[in-house]
C-alpha cells in the first residue's frame, strides 16, 4: 500500500487565512480588563480547610518525588536543580501553611486598614504571633528562587536533550 504524499504547495482552499480577523478582539479584550478578580478568599471555614490540606499534599508529593529521583540515581545537572526545587517548594508549602495558620489566630481588630484593601498594618505591641505572621507574609522570597530552580532543571534537560547525538545528518 502506498502512502499519500504532501505537496509542499497547497491549493488556495486548503490554505490557512491569516488569524488576525480573530485575534485583533481578543487582543483588545486583554489590553482593556474590567476587574481581574486575583484575589480569591476562602469561604469560612471550609475553603481554609481545603487549602491546608493541599498544601500537605503538595508537600508529601514534592518529598515522594525528592525522593525518587534520589532512589532512581538520576545524574546530572537537571536532577540536581530538580531535587533543590522539591526541597525549596517543600520549605514553601510549610511557610504558607504556617502563615495561614498564624493569619486565623490574629482577630482583624489587630489590623489598620488604609483606604486602599491591599494595604494594612499590623498594629503593635508585638507579638510572637504577629511576627510568624508578617514573616510568613513574604512567601515570594522562598517561591520565586524555587520557580527559577524549576526554569534551571527545565533548561538544562532541554540543553542536554538538544546535545545528544540523533544519528541524523543535519
Given at each position: 500500500m502506498k502512502l499519500p504524499t504532501v505537496s509542499a504547495r497547497q491549493p488556495a482552499e486548503n490554505r490557512r487565512q491569516p488569524a488576525l480577523p480573530w485575534m485583533l478582539p481578543i487582543a483588545l479584550l486583554l489590553c482593556f480588563p474590567g476587574e481581574a478578580l486575583a484575589l480569591q478568599v476562602h469561604g469560612e471555614p471550609e475553603g481554609l480547610y481545603v487549602h491546608q490540606m493541599a498544601h500537605l499534599h503538595f508537600i508529601f508529593a514534592l518529598g515522594y518525588f525528592f525522593l525518587d529521583i534520589r532512589r532512581t540515581g538520576f545524574s546530572g545537572k537537571g536532577w540536581l536543580f530538580l531535587q533543590f526545587?522539591?526541597?525549596?517548594?517543600?520549605?514553601?508549602n510549610l511557610v504558607a501553611f504556617i502563615g495561614h495558620q498564624a493569619e486565623v489566630l490574629i482577630t482583624p481588630d489587630?489590623?489598620?486598614?488604609?483606604?486602599?484593601?491591599?494595604?494594612m498594618r499590623l498594629l503593635g505591641p508585638l507579638s510572637l504571633q504577629k511576627v510568624i505572621y508578617y514573616l510568613t507574609k513574604m512567601d515570594h522570597l522562598v517561591i520565586v528562587p524555587g520557580l527559577l530552580l524549576l526554569f534551571l532543571a527545565m533548561r538544562s534537560f532541554y540543553k542536554s536533550i538538544e546535545n545528544e547525538p540523533t544519528g541524523r545528518k543535519k
Open positions: 526545587f522539591c526541597g525549596v517548594m517543600v520549605l514553601w489587630q489590623f489598620a486598614h488604609s483606604e486602599d484593601y491591599l494595604r
